[in-house]
């Protein structure tokens, strides 16, 4: 039997860099907060120093930081025809454990998403037609807009300390920037990291062919930096283990260093590691929750926390499980296009070039996180026709390192052997002499694409694993042809004395290999309750006291990495359940 | 589920035991070596998991692979097969962090490893069919045949020609195999291979420490000039 | 205070390849900031470095409460004005293989106006 704890105002399932804002936001408002976790916590004098943080074997290639697929992990298929297997080792996406999350192994790029995401089917509808969006898409408004936003944004930037160069600040055209970026009140906290030599041969080619190239906006210190907070933060050393590692130099901006110790700092909130909540509880009345089970993974004892508020603030795909297996708003159905609960489910796509050049020293392993030169004229580029090319979305191309390891990173020209005298000869040769040039794209809605309870499989805790169904679809390929030329053709204009050219993707999506922890929707935010599970303030429109934050809310997936905008909507949503406890009633009226 | 369905070490050596081509198997490491002219025998570092025949399977895998030449030694002086040892051994081959509940289906490539084995078992089923498949094409074991037939076999193998008659999916052996001989070469020495830092000393790769922040500009386009430490030499 | 000042510019008379000039404190602070992330300038709070409360003449590896790393444990220095010049110059170089995630500080007066504040304030 699980021991009734004693109510709260809030209780925060998953301590991220979600849970972490809203505990410190709402503590510092006076609300008796409790976070559950169900990892450990984690401070870079212990967990990141080194030596110990430069271990590629452990950090990347054995998931040190990722969740335990042992426990909990999800079924995976492509369409509704195949039969759904465990994702026995995490691969494709690595979700991460402990207070801290995924934020403090990510590489820091941190962006703004706009209205031509937030406003999707409108603008496409009213610029290309209705006919234009295929009928199994279901893009949708996001029912915010950028301008309610843009505050939030700037928030998080200098709370996480964002190195980059705005490129268009109220309307004005920056040079340096990105020009085809939205509005911004003012410049990045911190100025571009500096840039490496790849962002430099990048850039130049880019130009050239007529892009606009700028240099990625990245959580990683340029200098030494004290946020808003106090926090102070080193500068970053550009010492090439960012991705999947946690900063020896507090120079990345994550929870564990920013967010999490103020809000523990306060009396107000407490933090139970090693919790795994299991169940999401609610009233005879089916409108408001009123608070979690969760079991201490320490010794088995399970507990019942009460709360006036529940804050749903895990992984993406965690906080969808835990709405299905909670019960939670009516599951989606992608028969009967019924129910909300697992719709939208999105990811990522890219395609990539290796260039060669005999005699150039490219340095791989120096690099901050965010070392990539980008351009945005086939992305957020609104000016960009894509009615003639048929698709819908956008690729951000860049070029760059971030984590360049050699287990990982080893480029060798096409139709090298994979072993022997002339593999190594390779290897050594072009370890150092080469760079890429690459795109992420936008994976827009499909029907087809969603979440629900697998009928099999179960985790530690007996509990139906999720199930993930997902495919690219047309769209996403004939984005893919599109890029994989716009590459080849910038690729071939800067003469590498070898090339491995782009090819677009046609092979189903695959759990191997890694290639994004960007998952996106399953609960998402909308415009009504037919067709969303949250409002625009990320409130549940079935049980008013539920909030639920994180890239599960996006209705769709951009070509940008989610972080810029889970962390404004954090910020965002603290400011609305500020509201809500003067007032606990829907924010929004159905 | 933790047994291969029946013991393929013990099925091999009765086939090799009926062949008359093939001979030593089975024979003691120091037996083999008294067989081979002087050359003085690599000190070994032991192992923890490999029995003998699989040990010896190892080491002729790494070392046709990682061949001795100018840019580093040869993969088993390198002790590549010391990391895949230690590796099997510990906890990632007692398949730490690999879903482990049945039901147990082939499922689509696209969903991933599907076996009902951990990396240490399939290793073991794995050495087992490969032997075999090697003595019914070639009539020896792996280690026994010649640079040729090691390199016909293993091209076969990596582009999937090879199937092993009611064993593990050969392919899949294959790929964690493989990516475990570039983990030994090119990990933290602290792992058992990657010795010297002579798999980062090939590269160029300047290992633990990583205070680059003038670096940037000091060696843009210039060879940086790379001593590498691995996290033993810190501690 | 003057008596301190006193003190200090006679020992530093004596020590021979001292950091040149003497350095300016106020901007020396503004430099340290660059150090804050992981030092403390209070004594007995340790971050992911030790607390340089106290640092000008001690020896290094000292602190009870913090652990050092093996390369310092081994180096066997003390930090004078001197040694804190060179070390700041290039962490790498004299204490070999220490673990602190720093490039150096690459400007003469930088470190000469750091070490300046680190003396005055820092006792």
């Known amino acids: ?590 | 589920m933790k047994n291969v369905p029946f013991n393929r070490r013990a099925f091999l050596k009765s086939a090799v035991a009926s062949s008359a081509a093939a001979v030593s198997v089975g024979l003691p490491q120091s037996a083999q070596a008294q067989q081979k002219a002087a050359a003085p025998p690599t000190p070994s570092a032991g192992y923890a998991f490999l029995n003998p025949d699989e040990a010896a399977f190892i080491e002729a895998v790494v070392d046709h692979m990682v061949p001795a030449d100018e840019l580093s030694p040869k993969g088993s002086d390198m002790g590549i097969n010391t990391f895949i040892d230690r590796a099997l051994a510990g906890g990632w081959g007692k398949g730490d962090r690999l879903y482990m509940q049945g039901p147990w289906k082939q499922g689509v490539p696209s969903q991933g490893y599907q076996l009902p084995l951990t990396p240490a078992e399939l290793y073991r089923a794995g050495i087992a069919s490969a032997n075999a498949y090697c003595v019914k094409t070639y009539s020896k074991p792996f280690d026994k045949m010649p640079e040729t037939q090691r390199q016909e076999f293993l091209v076969a193998w990596s582009t999937g020609k090879v199937n092993f008659e009611n064993g593990p999916p050969a392919r899949v052996f294959f790929t964690m195999l493989y990516q475990n001989v570039i983990e030994g070469m090119f990990s933290d020495p602290l792992y058992g291979g990657n010795q010297n830092k002579a798999g980062w000393k090939m590269i160029g790769f300047p290992g633990v420490i990583a205070v680059n922040q003038q670096n940037i500009e000091k060696y843009r386009d210039k060879k940086f000039p790379a001593n590498p430490l691995g996290i033993a030499d810190m501690s | 205070m003057t008596t301190r000042k006193v003190f200090f510019a006679a020992a530093l008379a004596v020590i021979a390849h001292a950091a040149s000039a003497q350095g300016d404190p106020k901007r020396g602070e503004k430099v340290f900031e660059e150090c804050r992330a992981c030092h403390a300038i209070e004594k007995g709070s340790n971050g992911v470095g030790p607390s340089l409360h106290g640092v000008i003449g001690r020896r290094a590896a000292e602190l009870d409460d913090f652990r050092y790393s093996p390369a310092f444990k081994r180096a066997n220095i003390t930090w004078t004005r001197q040694n804190l010049d060179a070390f700041l110059a290039d962490p790498q170089k004299l204490v070999p293989a220490n673990r602190m995630p720093y490039a150096g500080m690459p400007e003469a007066k930088d470190r000469a106006d750091v070490i300046e504040y680190m003396q005055r304030i820092l006792k």
């Open chain 1, 1 to 590: 039997m699980a021991t009734r704890l004693k109510e709260v105002d809030a209780v925060i399932v998953g301590l991220g860099w979600t849970g972490g804002i809203l505990a410190k936001e709402l503590s510092a408002a006076g609300l008796k907060v409790v976070a559950l976790e169900r990892g450990k916590m984690f401070s870079t004098a212990e967990d990141f120093q080194v030596p110990q943080v430069r271990d590629e074997l452990r950090y990347v290639q054995r998931h040190e930081l990722m969740q335990n697929a042992a426990r909990d992990t999800l079924t995976i298929r492509n369409n509704p025809n195949q039969e759904a297997l465990p994702m026995r080792r995490l691969g494709s996406f690595l979700p991460g454990e402990g207070a801290g999350g995924s934020g403090m192994h990510w590489s820091g790029h941190t962006w703004r998403w706009t209205d031509m995401e937030f406003k999707v089917r409108s603008r496409y509808e009213e610029r290309y037609g209705k006919s234009f969006i295929p009928a199994d898409m279901t893009i949708q408004d996001w029912g915010i807009t950028y301008a309610e936003l843009e505050p939030y944004y700037d928030k998080f930037e200098r709370v996480a300390a964002v190195s980059g160069k705005a490129g268009n600040i109220d309307g004005q055209i920056q040079p340096g920037g990105n020009p085809f970026e939205a509005p911004r009140a003012r410049e990045y906290p911190l100025p571009p990291l500096t840039p490496i030599l790849a962002n430099e041969v990048f850039s130049a080619a880019a130009k050239n062919a007529g892009y606009h190239p700028f240099p990625r906006p990245s959580a990683n210190a340029s200098r030494a930096y004290t946020n808003p907070d106090g926090v102070r933060f080193g500068a970053c050393q550009y010492c090439g283990f960012c991705q999947r590692f946690g900063c020896e130099a507090n120079a990345k901006g994550s929870p564990h260093m920013t967010v999490i110790p103020i809000a523990m700092r306060n009396p107000n909130f407490e933090l139970r590691t090693h919790a795994w909540v299991s169940k999401i509880l609610k009233d005879a009345s089916g409108k408001r929750v009123t608070g979690v089970t969760y079991t201490n993974v320490l010794n088995g004892e399970e507990f019942e926390q009460p709360a006036s508020i529940v804050l749903l603030t895990a992984y993406a795909l965690n906080n969808v499980h835990l709405m299905l297996l909670s019960g939670l708003g009516q599951p989606y159905d992608p028969v009967s296009q019924k129910g909300v609960i697992g719709k939208n489910y999105c990811y990522q796509t890219g395609a990539g070039a290796t260039l060669f050049f005999e005699g150039r020293n490219f340095n791989p392993f120096m690099s901050a996180g965010g070392s990539s030169a980008s351009a945005d004229d086939f992305n957020t580029n609104w000016d960009f026709d894509r009615g003639k090319h048929g698709w819908i979305g956008g690729y951000n191309l860049s070029s760059g390192f971030n984590t360049a390891l050699p287990i990982g990173y080893r480029p060798v020209p096409r139709g090298t052997p994979a072993w022997g005298k002339e593999w190594k000869a390779a290897t050594a040769k072009w370890y150092q002499t080469a760079m890429n040039v690459g795109v992420s794209g936008s994976v827009m809605a499909n029907r087809y694409n969603y979440f629900d309870l697998d009928p099999t499989y179960r985790n530690a805790f007996g509990q139906p694993l999720m199930r993930m169904t997902f495919d690219y679809k047309e769209n996403e390929h004939k984005m893919g042809r599109h890029a994989a030329q716009v590459i080849n053709d910038l690729a071939k204009s800067m003469n590498p004395t070898r090339l491995n050219e782009a090819t677009a993707r046609t092979e189903p999506w695959t759990v191997v290999p890694y290639q994004s922890t960007h998952n996106t929707g399953g609960t998402i935010m909308g415009t009504s309750p037919r067709s969303s599970a949250l409002n625009k303030y990320l409130q549940s429109w079935d049980y008013h006291n539920l909030f639920v934050v994180g890239a599960n809310v996006f209705a769709h997936n951009a070509s940008y990495n989610p972080t810029g905008p889970v962390g404004a909507l954090a910020y965002w949503t603290a400011d609305a359940v500020k509201r809500y406890t003067k007032n606990p009633a829907p924010l929004v009226s159905a």
